[in-house]
């Protein structure tokens, strides 16, 4: 039972990760527009790892995904996400809300943002959920892959609780 499991699991990451490459492809052949006008939203998915500093019972790196939905005003993006681990005995999940602005360098596209957070704590051994604000400043870079697919590689350096920084990546769809 637990190889059936595994291999479900490896089958559903490898169609995730899989997915951004065949969409790009099928809208490549479409044509289109220049590269970021019209657009009004964008959803994504990231992996990355989770360093913790002063945080009340996580000594560890955790590993680390989560979903991010953003969507464009005038001034750049208002984007939500969710991050979650569960590791080492210990479970952390994050809300954030970002405004974040793109600085386009020739075919890249860096970015920036500033948000607040709600963190959800359980350390290792207990069964007692902590729950603390916080807020960030985060920056990266993203590349273009398709015609609405994008790579992306965040840095955010999160306070409170305590300091953590979170480095990632993921593909961003823009709608």
Do not use: C
């Amino acid at each position: 039972m637990k190889n059936t499991t595994l291999t479900l699991v490896s089958l559903i990451l490898a169609l995730v990760l899989a997915a951004p490459t065949v969409y790009a492809q099928s809208e490549n052949s479409k044509g289109g527009d220049e590269i970021g006008k019209n657009v009004g939203s964008e959803w994504g998915f990231h992996l990355g790892s989770f360093l913790p500093n002063q945080i009340d019972g996580i000594t560890e790196i955790l590993p680390m995904w989560g979903m991010r939905y953003g969507v464009k005003t005038k001034r750049g993006f208002v984007e939500g996400g969710a991050d979650f681990s569960k590791a080492m005995g210990t479970r952390f999940s994050s809300l954030s809300l970002s405004v974040r602005g793109d600085i386009p360098v020739q075919s890249l596209v860096g970015h920036v943002s500033l948000g607040l957070d709600l963190h959800q704590v359980i350390p290792p051994s207990s069964d007692h959920t902590t729950y603390l604000d916080g807020g960030h400043v985060g920056g990266g870079i993203m590349a273009l892959i398709g015609t609405d697919v994008w790579f992306r590689t965040d840095m955010k350096f999160n306070v409170n609780p305590g300091t953590s920084l979170y480095i990632g990546f993921g593909f961003v769809f823009r709608f």
